[in-house]
């Protein structure tokens, strides 16, 4: 049986860790997680390094590239021998893709690493690492308490403009789910890539302590982040974004600013009691997993996810 503890334990960056810098160059870096757990502070630190792509929209064409080749292989199962010989012919097509992809948009940004953020990619991880043998993925994880407020508040702002919104309409357990099955992709990857292409950092480390995320970033990436500065605010008119910006409802009031760990906790407070119950216990395994505790508990119950 997978050993999730394990695997997370292996890739988990925590405070206490010095790590040293590995050596190792990416051309992909990969920004993962939960919608609302913060990949987008985690991107824009990783773009402040030079030799980086700018801070873009979430890379659906990356995704869909992936998507496209595993339902490829699908067919081949169904149709062998027709136009592939196997599943290793049709990696090898969308592997070329996939390079030629990445390619041109390193050149298109003048830079070396691609930094990348598509939340909605976890399913196709595993042929990521396949088909990009240079690809690195740093996932943020968050209190799912957290995540949750956040998917609630984006809901209100999307009404408030007179749009409909899944995040206003889905029930707290369909959000927690949601929240639990993002990190349940992200655990699920060939456990020798934990620590090696794959890390996990965890929101309330990064906030709190964001000096120290930034040189534990270095290490893992061999980005040159020696020039990062929390307190600086993100430079949000060269972010990248192409043609437009995110939503307006999209963004928190947080965003754009200096690092601070002012909504960490607004969970307790924002959140129905009823809701935080619920929350913790759909996402109960991976609250543990990640070290989260139960309000008003001091030990987490524990229920193997598969």
């Known amino acids: 049986m997978f050993d999730h503890r394990q695997f997370v334990a292996d890739a988990l960056i925590l405070p206490e860790h010095a790590l040293e810098a590995r050596g190792q160059s990416h051309g992909l870096v990969v920004v993962g997680g939960s919608p609302r757990s913060g990949t987008t502070l985690l991107q824009s630190i990783l773009c402040s390094a030079p030799g980086t792509t700018p801070m873009m929209a979430e890379c659906a064409p990356l995704r869909f590239l992936l998507e496209s080749c595993q339902k490829t292989v699908g067919h081949t199962k169904v149709n062998p021998g027709d136009y592939f010989d196997g599943k290793q012919g049709v990696v090898r097509l969308y592997t070329a893709l996939c390079k030629h992809f990445l390619n041109d948009v390193r050149a298109r940004h003048d830079a070396n690493v691609a930094v990348l953020k598509e939340p909605a990619m976890g399913p196709s991880l595993p042929l990521l690492l396949d088909t990009i043998p240079d690809a690195l993925i740093i996932a943020i994880a968050r209190d799912p308490r957290s995540i949750v407020l956040s998917m609630r508040e984006w809901g209100r702002r999307s009404r408030d403009r007179g749009a409909d919104s899944h995040f206003e309409s889905a029930t707290t357990a369909e959000l927690a789910e949601e929240v639990a099955n993002a990190y349940r992709q992200l655990t699920r990857l060939p456990a020798e890539f934990a620590g090696d292409r794959i890390f996990f950092l965890r929101y309330e480390d990064l906030v709190h302590e964001p000096l120290w995320t930034s040189r534990v970033l270095a ?37 754009g600013k200096k690092v601070a760990a002012t909504r960490v906790s607004a969970w307790r407070t924002d959140l129905a009691p009823e809701d935080i119950a619920e929350i913790e216990e759909v996402a109960s395994f991976y609250m543990s997993l990640f070290g989260y505790e139960k309000a008003g508990l001091q030990e987490e119950a524990c229920e193997n996810p598969d």
């Open 219 to 255: 290490a893992v990436t061999g980005l040159d982040l020696s020039n990062y500065n929390p307190s600086a605010g993100w430079d949000v008119a060269k972010m990248g974004f192409g043609s437009g910006t995110p939503r307006d409802d999209a963004k928190t009031p947080l965003y």
